[in-house]
């Protein structure tokens, strides 16, 4: 059982580039989740899933892409990345739908993606 | 826009309690407070939660006022390896749907 693992473990891109930051979960997790953390700062949401085939938007979706085709898998996309995407990207699952008012269960973390566009 | 207030830093003597305050005067009536923290650079770690009772597992405890706008999550013990940042997290709505997101919580730093 892994867990959220997440790749790579760290990436350099170049204004205008566009990559792909993997995401996924062996625990049959229906919910997922990307954070960034910018220094000195909490996580803030970009965008969730509560299940294969539903994305919905966080906090800061600007500049990213969702999908998510399968359970375990939840891919985030940077289009054209800009230097203000510089941050620690973390993924997150949980068994519950933590949309849902009142529901309740912990998430999971994977270890991070560390982005610097130059 | 917090839901929650957390002082940004705070200080615990190894072996002593680390009480860590949160304010959520917000905090809709059927909604649950949680605490996650974070170790150095690592992805968040649950630690607990709470709806109106106290609360207590391997890790802390969560009490919880009865008018529900602040809590204080009790490491009874606390060791350098607590050193970390902690989140008090009340979920938000936005929309249809409710989000789950953190505010910059506190720094404990546990000193020897």
């Known amino acids: 059982n892994a867990g959220v693992t997440q790749t790579p473990k760290f990436q350099v891109l170049k204004t205008g580039q566009s990559m792909t930051l993997q995401c996924a979960q062996d625990?049959?997790?229906?919910?997922m989740s990307w954070y960034r953390q910018d220094p000195g700062m909490g996580l803030r949401l970009i965008h969730y899933?509560?299940?294969?085939?539903?994305?919905d938007q966080g906090e800061v979706p600007n500049g990213y892409n969702v999908s998510r085709s399968t359970t375990e898998d939840f891919p985030l996309r940077l289009l054209s990345a800009a230097p203000s995407q510089t941050s620690v990207y973390f993924c997150?699952?949980?068994?519950?739908?933590?949309?849902?008012?009142?529901?309740?269960?912990?998430?999971?973390f994977g270890p991070g993606t560390r982005l610097t566009v130059l | 826009d917090a839901k929650t207030t957390q002082p940004p830093s705070m200080d615990c003597a190894e072996g002593r309690a680390a009480n860590l305050p949160c304010n959520h005067s917000?905090?809709?009536?059927?909604?649950?407070v949680y605490w996650y923290r974070q170790i150095h650079s690592q992805g968040p770690q649950y630690i607990i939660h709470?709806?109106?009772n106290n609360e207590t597992n391997e890790m802390a405890s969560l009490i919880i006022t009865e008018d529900r706008k602040s809590s204080t999550l009790i490491l009874p013990h606390a060791t350098l390896r607590d050193t970390a940042v902690y989140y008090c997290?009340?979920?938000?709505?936005?929309?249809?749907?409710?989000?789950?997101?953190f505010g910059k919580g506190t720094l404990l730093t546990v000193n020897p």
């Open positions: 997150a699952s949980s068994y519950s739908n933590l949309a849902v008012e009142g529901s309740y269960n912990e998430q999971f």
């Open positions: 625990m049959n997790h229906e919910y």
């Open positions: 899933s509560v299940g294969a085939g539903i994305t």
């Open positions: 917000t905090i809709s009536g059927n909604e649950y």
């Open positions: 709470g709806l109106k």
């Open positions: 997290i009340v979920r938000v709505r936005g929309g249809s749907n409710y989000k789950l997101t």
